[in-house]
């Protein structure tokens, strides 16, 4: 039996970030969160190191988040929006503008600039090549750019 709460201690902060990232809901977020660690318990995947485990959780996390934006349920309800306070204004600014990104983008900046993953290893996590991973990198940044400078 995998050791969950170890796994929910050591990596729970990174995949509920990662939920959150994709779904922009806080509800959505602890379902897929819930979800990812209920998989691990389940499965009890033998690692070859952390790196792996924390890859492997990531990439389960992806595929929730995914499949919840997916679900024929959720195309029949309407999301409560969720209301964050920023102290900063930029901070503000910058989760707006992510907000307004589709998911595919949101997971790669995500990955990218928060848990700090190269593009190859980002590939792996979301099952896309490399070269897409980049362009949507690419795209995210310029689209970013865009939304931030009609903000200010």
């Not at 660690?37 to 990531?58: Q, T, V």
């Not at 195309?75 to 306070?85: A, C």
């Not at 920023?86 to 983008?105: I, M, N, R």
């Amino acid at each position: 039996m995998p050791d969950t709460a170890e796994a929910v201690a050591q990596y729970g902060s990174a995949v509920y970030r990662l939920a959150y990232a994709m779904t922009r809901s806080r509800s959505d977020a602890d379902d897929v969160f819930q979800e990812v660690f209920l998989r691990l318990h389940r499965s009890a995947p033998d690692f070859a190191n952390e790196e792996h485990r924390r890859a492997w959780l990531l990439r389960v996390t992806a595929n929730c988040a995914r499949s919840l934006l997916a679900s024929p349920w959720r195309m029949r309800t309407l999301p409560l929006e969720d209301v964050y306070s920023y102290q900063d204004s930029v901070e503000s600014a910058v989760d707006e503008a992510l907000a307004h990104l589709p998911g595919k983008y949101r997971a790669v900046i995500h990955l990218f600039y928060y848990e700090g993953y190269q593009t190859e290893e980002i590939a792996r996590i979301l099952g896309r090549s490399s070269s897409t991973v980049r362009a949507q990198l690419t795209r995210a940044r310029q689209k970013l750019r865009t939304l931030l400078k009609e903000d200010i």
